[in-house]
Each structure stands twice: as structure tokens, then as C-alpha cells.
């Protein structure tokens, strides 16, 4: 199995179901009890804070909150603890080191309650890293971290909590400044979440229900599925988002799965079948802190009444714009090219309206085909590849 093989592109919408299912604990007849529980029981990370301080920081109002959604591959909790091998096998992937942050979804909520648009950014777009240097936006995290680590270390300090504690922190930091200078908006909110807090969140709500144009399998990724509707969870549903091989698109198409899991997982979230589950809310509590870092500060209560807008279906999942996805850069790595300032128009527009360069479609491929599908939105699943 290759190296790309290997790494779990994780979905998001297992970030945007872990920040969507702390919030709608506050709106049950549990609400503050529940809500308080778990604020209080939250990982939470300062990088916002530290970047809003930073003098060429995007403007912070732009007419819009934007949460910044990653998934990364870890094989840890939330609080670093190691996946046993037991946890490891259910996964259906093996221990490794480093972090990638294989989903980022940038996800514009409007103040004024017009349509959103939930902005995915392809793993391998080739970007300048913050204190580092030009290569894939999914290594600016791991890379970041590491060199940090490795610094301190040789600086002499031998405290490794507080090694893992600035080197996670410098990670984060070079990933929200990539993703801020990338689109020229500033993230106001962040949700992070690892492999094993997707799996316990997909469990947690019953499964996901999706859909699928044709049966597929895929041995790296362990996905063997029927074509049409049906419900995935747990192990299924990593298989589903991290598959890549035989797929017409690759990794583009994993974005539209992505995308559709997030739309199906956030609208069962939203349900009264959820909310009013005392077993699914407890399983979603324990989830949520095993499994999520959020922004220090983030009001999920507040959060969860901008969110309702979701449930209306008011939100269009879309990609920044692609000029090539099967560039090489000068390393001979495959990466995917994007031109910086048409992103940055696009993402400009996202705040008024239809964004620039807009077509009709789950993911954004401005070299794309001319053939057109339907927008997704959360009002229901669709068929994909």
C-alpha cells in the first residue's frame, strides 16, 4: 500500500457534526445542564486568539462567522493519548506518526441570514506555510509541529508535555494562517477533530445515511458498498469518505462525499430524532470530549442558533477554484495548483452573494467537464460516485 494509500482523508463532516453536536445539546429540555457540561468538558486551543493579534490579520468583520473545520489523521484522542490496536483495527487503518489535516472546510454562516456556503479546500493544494515553506496545505500542522518540537528539544527543554503542548500550538497556528492567506478571510471560529472522534460521532447519532451511483470497493480504504441509498457508521463511514481509488475524479471526488456525508450527518444532528434521544445525546456528549478541540472562548450555545439555518437547507457545499489538480511541484510531488487571487475573489464573494466564478455543482472545478449536477444542501442526500 502506498504512502498516499496510507493516509485517511478524514471527513468533514465528522468536524462540522462534532461542533454541530456540542450546539444542539443547548436546545433540548437538558439545555443548560447539558450545555455547561460540555463547555466545561471541551479540549480548547488559544490560536485564534494569538492570531488576531498578528498586525496583517484578514479584517475580522466581514459580514459573516467562519468556522474553520479540520479533520485530521491522528491516531490519538483529543487529549494525545495513543489508539490502542484494538481501536486501531475498528478504524480499519495502523499506527503511524505526524498529523495530517487531510479535510478543511471553511464554513461561512452569513450574520444577516442569507445562504452560506461550506468551502471545502482540496488536501494537496500547493500553498506557502507560514515558518516553513511552499508545499501541501494538509502538511502545514504536522510539519509545523514537528520542526517546533524538534527546536525546543534542542534548545534544551525536556518537558515533553509542554513540547507537545507549543508544538501543537505552532501547528494549528501555521495551518489557520495558510488557510487566512489562501482565501483572505479571517477564521473567527476553529473545530478540530482526529479519525477516532469521527468514528465515535458517526456511531453516536445511529449512522449517516448516503447514496451511491454504482456498487464499489476500494482494499486500502476497506470500502465495499452496494450502489443506492444506504446507512453507514462507525468503520463503514470512514471507508466511505477516505475512499479514493476507483474513483473517476480522485480526490475531488472524495470532496463530493465529504460534502454529502456532512450534509445527511448535520441534518439527522438537527433532527427531533436526535435531539430528544437521551441515549444519543449521551453518546454524542461523550463523544464531543473525547474527540473535539474547539477555539477557547466559542459559545457553542450562541453557534447552535446561527446553525439552524443549516437545517433549512440554507447552506451550499462548494470547492475553491482549481486551475490544474494533477500539478507536480518542483519535488515531484503531486499537488493541486490553484490561483491565488481568483481563490481570493471567489472567497471574497462568498460574503455577497454568489461567489466569482461560481458554477452550479457539489464541488467547484473551474477545468471541470460541462456536465452540471444540483447543488447539495442539507435538505436531503444524494447519489455520488
Known amino acids: 500500500m502506498g504512502s498516499r494509500g496510507r493516509k485517511v482523508a478524514l471527513v468533514c463532516g465528522r468536524v462540522a457534526l462534532a461542533a454541530l453536536s456540542a450546539g444542539v445539546l443547548a436546545v433540548t429540555g437538558i439545555a443548560r445542564a447539558a450545555h455547561d457540561q460540555v463547555q466545561s468538558g471541551l479540549n480548547t486551543t488559544t490560536v485564534l486568539t494569538q492570531l488576531a493579534a498578528e498586525p496583517d490579520a484578514p479584517p475580522a468583520d466581514d459580514g459573516a462567522t467562519d468556522i474553520l473545520l479540520v479533520g485530521d489523521d491522528r491516531r490519538t484522542d483529543a487529549n494525545g493519548v495513543p489508539l490502542s490496536a484494538s481501536v486501531l483495527r475498528q478504524l480499519r487503518t495502523e499506527a503511524s506518526d505526524g498529523v495530517s489535516t487531510d479535510t478543511l472546510i471553511l464554513l461561512r454562516i452569513p450574520r444577516d441570514g442569507s445562504r452560506g456556503y461550506a468551502v471545502s ?32 528539544r534542542a534548545a534544551g527543554e525536556r518537558d515533553e508535555d509542554k513540547v507537545e503542548r507549543e508544538s501543537e500550538a505552532a501547528g494549528r497556528k501555521a495551518l489557520v494562517e495558510s488557510v487566512q492567506d489562501l482565501t483572505g478571510l479571517r477564521v473567527d471560529h476553529y473545530a478540530e477533530v482526529g479519525l477516532y472522534g469521527f468514528y465515535l460521532l458517526s456511531k453516536a447519532i445511529g449512522g449517516v445515511d448516503v447514496c451511491l451511483l454504482a ?26 469518505v477516505r475512499q479514493r481509488k476507483n474513483l473517476p475524479n480522485g480526490d475531488l ?54 446553525a439552524q439555518s443549516l437545517a433549512g437547507g ?14 507536480t511541484n518542483e519535488r515531484g510531488q503531486s499537488v493541486v495548483v490553484v490561483d491565488p487571487n481568483a481563490v481570493k475573489q471567489f472567497a471574497a464573494g462568498l460574503a455577497h452573494g454568489t461567489p466569482v466564478g461560481l458554477t452550479a455543482g457539489p464541488a467547484l472545478r473551474l477545468n471541470a467537464a460541462p456536465a452540471r ?13
Not at 494537496?124 to 525546543?152: C, F, H, M
Not at 456498487?215 to 466511505?240: E, I, K, M, W, Y
Not at 462525499?257 to 444532528?269: E, G, I
Request: proline share 6%; charged share 20%; glycine share 8%.
Open 121 to 152: 479546500i482540496p488536501r494537496d493544494t500547493s500553498v506557502p506555510i507560514p515558518g516553513w515553506r511552499e508545499d501541501k496545505i494538509n502538511s502545514a500542522y504536522g510539519a509545523v509541529k514537528y520542526l517546533t518540537a524538534q527546536r525546543l
Open 215 to 240: 456498487p464499489t470497493s476500494d482494499p486500502d480504504s476497506g470500502a465495499n458498498f452496494r450502489s443506492g441509498h444506504q446507512l453507514v457508521s462507525g468503520g463503514d463511514a470512514l471507508s466511505f
Open 253 to 306: 471526488d472524495r470532496i463530493v462525499r465529504q460534502q454529502t456525508f456532512l450534509a445527511s450527518a448535520a441534518k439527522k444532528v438537527l433532527s427531533a430524532g436526535t435531539l430528544l434521544d437521551p441515549g444519543k445525546l449521551s453518546a454524542l456528549m461523550g463523544a464531543v470530549q473525547k474527540s473535539v478541540v474547539l477555539d477557547a472562548g466559542w459559545d457553542v450555545l450562541a453557534f447552535v442558533q446561527q
Open 314 to 327: 440554507n447552506v451550499d457545499f462548494v470547492t475553491i477554484p482549481v486551475v490544474n489538480s494533477n500539478g
Open 373 to 385: 449536477q444540483e447543488p447539495i444542501s442539507i435538505n436531503g442526500t444524494r447519489c455520488v460516485n
